[in-house]
């Protein structure tokens, strides 16, 4: 029986681990094999674990770095999921609205999909920031908006969409793309890639099985597809700027 490494963001572990732990254990049961979680707990722990994982739950912008770097195939994107950006303000700033950027330090994570759909939203508005202070993931960032350090941030839609109302104190809403044109994807490595079919029934029927439909709901998400080569290719071209 074949053995998986199952890779996630700490974003997405870091408030329930155990979602992934259940879907784990689906795939093990609908297939050959068993799947273990790779649990991270920060952004420098996640790529290191790049090289030991047989699955990866990945955002948009690091799908390019996995099919050139390591091979990984695309296998499976979740339903109704997509990155978007969310621009918000906090205690510090002056105004709670998006001309209220103009000239003032805006927070983001550089290289990320919501760090440059924000900037090209704000580009687009003629409103450009004093500076732009990245920081190391977005839990940090949320913080450092929370606790005055920064008035106005760019901020993942998922990661947003993890938090409970009272994570979110004391920040503002200013603004939220629905662009709908990225999307996190469940990646597998080319050692792993004999088990894409039976994978992509197991995900594909999730939806269908009512202890199944629990996971799901955990992960917010509706269910499994394949994406299209057309989709990854537009993805992978916004992420570059065309």
Known sequence: MDKARLLTPPNDTAHDSERWYEFSIYLSRHCNLTVSPLITSTAEEFHQQIPHADIIYCSPEL?????????????????????????????????????????????????????RLGLTTLTQKQIRPASMENADNWLQLLKAVQQGNLPYALLSKNFIDQLSSLSLTSVNLLARSNLCKAFPLLMIAPQLKHQTGCLREALETMADEPKAVAVLEKLKNQGWKKPSEQSIINMIKILRGK
């Open 63 to 115: 799908i390019p770095r996995l099919i050139r770097d390591f091979s990984f195939s695309p296998l499976m994107q979740p339903v109704g999921v997509y990155e978007e950006v969310v621009i918000v303000s906090g205690p510090a700033a002056s105004v709670h609205c998006l001309n209220g950027i103009q000239d003032n330090p805006l927070g983001g994570i550089k290289g990320t999909f919501a760090n």
